[in-house]
């Protein structure tokens, strides 16, 4: 039985997170919670004085628990509040249109693409009406990587013409809403930036420390690609030690996707928990037996330790991840250096409530999701797991003295190692369990070879961190050396981080293979395209809690309540299936310089690219996939063109080409009818002598040349135009004001997203 007195986290940390997440839910349009917040605080404060004071019994002092969580609760809705920048009135969201030019400042990594880098500006100053003033708010910038563009660097400062647009909602059915997911990051706005439209005037870093961070964090890089010379494991040495991914490519990161091991190119809680074992092995090891009695040891074991874990947070650039484990750590360190009588639960529980009490938009951050909840489940689950077998006994129990000293060095060998890949394994799946729900509902699949893939490349990989860490140190140590030793013995030094370099190298290679050989071995170990909401992800939290509790006490009024949450969640499943099973749609998508239009019927979708072309692998992913999964859809078929569609299709005679000879150009408008909608589609001139044909929907191609009248005339004037991706901007901007002037409704996918409509019923 938990004593919560002892465990106060426990029951604050939940309060503060409903609080947090009420305010981001719901939350936009409330008034200020802070007199609220300041009353029930007050009066719980009050409260708990007056029972005190009279020594009232426990049953009348457990009333004040509610008013605590309450008051909590409150909090954790004001701090939301008051960090939301939004809710200012010089927030750039409430005058974005009238910004003539603004001033900002470079505040965030740079991510480095193929065709762009990417970084956010936080503004100070915009010009409206001709005069400055100030104002707040985040802007993410794309600029063109072209010869004589610079990436932009932490604490430029930039001047910029022209306004940012507010952030783009998902364009298409299930896609990854960006729009989001910056909010969350309070970044409201976007903007591509032209070469001339932008002047860098000065450098002024919000923050000093986190500049010279990032500045270390890039010498040290410098040292990686000077002594690993192959780029894939130069790559995957910088993500693993220093969290730089920028050199990463597509097939490395889709072959540590499809093996569940993307978490080693992430500097996080993996890397400074090795820095801190590595620690914590080197005070007991080598110093403690000597100075472990003495008075304070414990004290500065754990100031040098809270050193050693925020020098390699700053060394890696502080980013959101390493921070976030650098403070789990240090709640770790003190609660252990303090001798506190409570678990590392309530711990991790003051950890979170800090951390999310600091930055209340953490609640929404997947990394942070992902990062406690794991080391909940190792906690936990990793020694019930491993006590399930005792492989290192039976080995050495196969010892016997009567056998050769040889013969029981293997035994007790062979039990090292099983033990060792044992307690790997219980790691492993402890961490799987908490993790999978959300794994399903952020990633939509769940790669059954995790255990594969984890079982060598992470043990390599926590080798190699190490060892990667020795080749900075050693590199350290000889440039200080060659301050003061001559040129020549320098030379010959370097010979050493020359030799590390390569040992490293190798390593990288070692693990990068291992995860491609498995992600080719095991390509079909993936169980994807599974669509879980929100509400079903909360019932597989609970059904995982209540088993728990189940075998944690085995009383049956558990597995009752886990059966009845399957039994629940079973439902779900079968309602939403059931909902769309007669479901028909026609969506002409928004993929950018393309056409691409589905016809959906319940769970099976045909997907049509009318021009010539397919469509490539990340048009897929990221533009279909995310509908496919948000349907459930089994049956999926594409075709590229009209002339293997399913669909009935005809053209509409040119009447400019209508002659019956063997060359004749075909006619511009594609004609198909499906399920009662009269659909069209046309790229080319369309001629005022074409035979009239009444349509619901005609989609507009390729900058199609047209005149409001003649549409009018040959479709009739009530088709609804939907100008689909393949159309310039300036060109739909020209039309788009004619067509509606001539009565017509129109859609832009390119602007407005996916155009939608149902079949008549």
């Known amino acids: 039985m938990i004593t919560w007195a002892n465990f106060p986290f426990l029951r604050l940390t939940p309060a503060l997170l409903a609080g947090i997440v009420a305010a981001l839910a719901w939350g936009d349009n409330w008034p200020d919670l802070w007199p609220l917040a300041l009353a029930t605080a007050s009066a719980t404060a009050v409260l708990g004085f007056w029972l005190s004071r009279r020594r009232a019994a426990p049953t ?20 939301t509040q008051t960090v939301t920048e939004s809710r200012q009135s010089a927030h750039l969201i409430h005058f974005a249109e009238r910004i003539e030019a603004y001033r900002a400042v470079v ?55 022209g306004h940012p647009d507010r952030s783009k909602a998902p364009l298409n059915p299930g896609e990854f809403d960006y729009r989001r997911y910056l909010d969350y990051r309070q970044v409201y706005h976007q903007q591509y930036i032209h070469p001339d439209q932008y002047r860098v005037v000065g450098l002024a870093p919000p923050n000093v420390l986190v500049a010279l961070s990032m500045r270390c964090a890039r010498q040290l890089d410098a040292v990686f690609h000077r002594y690993i010379k192959a780029k894939r494991e130069y790559a995957i040495a910088s993500a693993l030690v220093l969290g730089i991914k920028d050199e990463v490519d597509a097939d490395t990161k889709s072959a540590y996707t499809a093996t569940g091991t993307t978490h080693i190119m992430a500097v996080s809680g993996l890397q400074v928990g090795l820095v801190f074992l590595a620690f914590s ?71 979170a409530f800090g951390l999310l009490l600091w930055n209340p938009f953490l609640v929404a951050d997947v990394g942070f999701q992902l990062s406690f909840l794991a080391v909940l489940s190792i906690v936990y689950l990793q020694p019930r797991i491993a006590g399930w077998l005792a492989a290192g006994a039976w080995f050495v129990g196969r010892q016997r003295s009567w056998q050769p000293r040889p013969v029981r060095w293997a035994w007790r060998s062979s039990g090292w190692v099983a033990e060792a890949l044992w307690q790997a394994t219980a790691l492993s799946l402890a961490a799987q369990v908490a993790t999978f729900p959300l794994s399903l509902f952020y990633f939509h699949q769940f790669p059954l070879s995790f255990l594969c893939s984890n079982l060598v490349a992470v043990p390599i990989s926590s080798y190699a961190v190490y060892v990667g860490l020795a080749l900075l140190v050693l590199k350290g140590v000889v440039a200080l050396l060659g301050l003061l030793l001559p040129a020549a013995i320098t030379q010959w030094l370097d010979y050493l981080p020359q030799l590390v370099g390569r040992l490293f190298e190798f390593m990288v290679w070692c693990f990068n293979e291992y995860i491609f ?5 095991m390509a079909g170990a993936v169980v994807d395209n599974i669509r879980v909401t929100a509400a079903e992800t909360l019932l597989l939290f609970a059904s995982i809690g209540l088993v728990l509790a189940y075998f944690g006490g085995r009383r049956t009024v558990w597995l009752r309540a886990a059966l009845g949450v399957a039994v629940l969640y079973a439902g779900s499943r079968v309602a939403v299936a059931a909902a769309l099973a007669p479901d028909r749609e026609f969506i002409v998508y928004s993929i950018p310089r393309r056409s691409a239009v589905g016809f959906w019927r319940g769970n099976s979708a045909l997907f049509v690219t009318p021009d010539s072309l397919p469509l490539n692998n990340t048009e897929r992913t990221y533009r279909l996939r995310p509908g496919i999964i948000q349907r459930g859809a089994r049956r999926t078929r594409f075709s590229v063109g009209w002339q293997n569609c399913p669909l009935p299709v005809r053209r509409l005679a040119d009447a400019d080409s209508a002659a019956a000879w063997r060359y004749a150009r075909p006619g511009p408008v594609v004609l198909t009818t499906w399920r009662g909608l009269r659909l069209g589609f046309l790229a080319g001139r369309l001629s005022s ?17 047209v005149k409001p009248e003649t549409l009018a005339a040959v479709f009739g004037p009530h088709t609804r135009i939907v100008f689909d991706s393949s159309c310039k901007i300036w060109y739909v901007a020209r039309l788009d004001s004619a067509l509606q002037a001539a009565g017509f409704r129109t859609w832009d996918v390119t602007e407005r997203g996916a155009f939608h409509l149902r079949p008549p019923r």
Do not use: C, H
Not at 517 to 521: D, L
């Open 107 to 161: 505040d965030d990594y740079t991510v480095v693409r193929p065709a762009t880098y990417a970084t956010t500006l936080r503004v100070s100053e915009v010009r409206l009406a001709g005069r400055w003033r100030r104002a707040v708010g985040g802007i993410r910038i794309s600029l063109p990587r072209v010869a004589g563009i610079a990436a932009p660097s932490y604490g430029q400062v930039y001047v910029v013409r």
């Open 281 to 351: 092995w080197l005070m007991k090891t080598v110093f403690g037996r000597w100075l472990g009695q003495l008075r304070g040891y414990r004290l500065a074991v754990a100031g040098l330790g809270l050193v050693v874990v925020w020098s390699y947070a700053f060394l890696t650039g502080l980013s959101a991840s390493v921070l976030r484990a650098a403070v789990m750590f240090s709640f770790i360190i003190v609660g252990r250096a303090l001798q506190r009588p409570d678990t590392v639960f309530n711990t991790l529980a003051t950890a």
């Open 517 to 521: 050989w498995i992600s080719r071995v």
């Open 689 to 705: 002598a074409s035979r009239p044909v009444p349509l619901d929907v005609l989609v507009l191609r390729r900058n199609a040349r």
């Open 60 to 79: 009348a002092a457990a009333g004040l628990a509610p008013a605590l969580l309450a008051a909590v609760a409150l909090l954790g809705a004001v701090r």
